[in-house]
């Protein structure tokens, strides 16, 4: 049984550019969760998704950022415009029900983006 | 807006010797928390969870102590190993697991 898949898992990209960070789930998890981590800190909650819902986004940047969990396919964490700020590991965790007393969020590997 | 913080940020421990690493929460409506690993380079790996109705959880060579007085947070690590340096963060929630806040991390470091 997979884990959690993210890709990819190092990414270089331009100021102005775009990225896409793409998160698989593990088989049989409808609950996906992106934390950003900058180096040295903690994880920091940016968005919850249910399959083609946004549950709690509260902790996503007004602009440029968004994020979709289709109904099939990954989970896709879309950064537009990038800025150097946006230098960071993205993870992605998932879970197979909302209220995650009883279990625990399995984290991917992150993706590392670099912004030249 | 409240936050979970660690007391220590570094942590050097002789190989054998037990380890506490310790997690101060502000959220008095905090109750459900998560101890994760996270090795160089890979994502965070879950270590042992408590619920508030609960001041103490032990697994394997792994304790973790709440003390819902103090809001503080431990998690101790016996005869330590080299293989359990990482950084070790604390994480709660009080959302029915909606939103996980995270304290910026204790990195151990275990000599031989």
């Known amino acids: 049984n997979a884990g959690v898949m993210q890709n990819p898992r190092h990414l270089v990209r331009r100021r102005g550019q775009e990225a896409r960070l793409r998160c698989s789930p593990m088989?049989?998890?409808?609950?996906v969760y992106w934390y950003r981590q900058l180096p040295e800190e903690g994880l920091k909650f940016m968005v919850y998704?249910?399959?083609?819902?946004?549950?709690?986004e509260s902790g996503m940047p007004k602009e440029r950022f968004s994020a979709e969990f289709p109904k099939e396919g990954p989970s896709i964490l879309r950064i537009q415009q990038v800025v150097r700020g946006d230098s960071a590991a993205y993870f992605c965790?998932?879970?197979?029900?909302?209220?995650?007393?009883?279990?625990?969020?399995?984290f991917g590997e992150g993706s590392r983006l670099t912004v030249l | 807006g409240e936050s979970v913080g660690l007391h220590l940020p570094t942590l050097s421990v002789q190989e054998g010797d037990n380890s506490i690493i310790n997690c101060a929460y502000s959220?008095?409506?905090?109750?459900?928390f998560i101890w994760y690993k996270q090795e160089s380079g890979k994502g965070p790996q879950f270590i042992i969870d408590?619920?508030?109705?609960?001041d103490k959880r032990q697994g394997q060579r792994v304790t973790v102590l709440l003390n819902k007085t103090v809001k503080h947070l431990s998690l101790q690590i016996a005869a330590t190993q080299p293989g359990d340096s990482a950084v070790y963060f604390c994480?709660?929630?009080?959302?029915?697991?909606?939103?996980?806040?995270f304290g910026p991390g204790t990195r151990l470091s275990v000599l031989p």
């Open positions: 965790a998932s879970s197979p029900r909302s209220g995650i007393k009883l279990g625990e969020l399995f």
């Open positions: 959220n008095s409506a905090s109750d459900y």
């Open positions: 998704l249910q399959k083609e819902n946004i549950i709690d």
């Open positions: 408590i619920r508030s109705n609960m």
């Open positions: 994480a709660e929630t009080s959302n029915y697991g909606q939103n996980f806040v």
């Open positions: 088989k049989g998890h409808s609950h």
